[in-house]
């Protein structure tokens, strides 16, 4: 059994339609673990983004604690970065971000729209318990 695509997602960013569909889970403890894949469109279309650099900068909600990440260069000429969740995004809780994407040589700063992310605080063993007592219900069923 390979874990090669363990916990990897994709967000894809159009620079057209510029929300982002659904909030990105996390779980506390997911210590650099969690590898999100930036893909940036233009209506649908590959952009070459090379000269470019992405960020997100993220602000927990009811907590004062925010930051900024830079994303890791995947594959530029097809507009995709990579973006690692640091310890300091497993905090619990609800976080609002936008990415940025840069160009210093020609002065071109895009910022996104607000993307969620949430932190849940469940461990895997409750988790664990939840998927048993499903399995546990869907036998009885049977």
Do not use: C
Not at 1 to 21: H, P, V, Y
């Amino acid at each position: 059994m390979s874990l090669d695509n363990f916990k990897k997602q994709t967000i894809t960013w159009d620079m057209i339609n510029q929300a982002f569909e659904q909030p990105i889970q996390i779980m506390e403890g997911d210590v650099n673990a969690r590898t999100i894949l930036l893909k940036i469109t233009d209506n649908g279309s590959v952009l070459d983004l090379t000269g470019y650099s992405v960020k997100l900068t993220y602000q927990y909600m009811y907590k004062s604690q925010s930051g900024f990440i830079m994303l890791t260069p995947n594959d530029i000429s097809k507009g995709e970065f990579t973006l690692i969740i640091p310890t300091e995004m497993t905090v619990s809780g609800l976080i609002k971000s936008n990415l940025i994407l840069l160009n210093e040589d020609k002065e071109q700063v895009i910022v996104s729209k607000n993307l969620t992310f949430i932190s849940d605080d469940s461990t895997v063993t409750s988790l664990t318990q939840e998927v048993n007592n499903k399995i546990d219900d869907f036998t009885k069923l049977l």
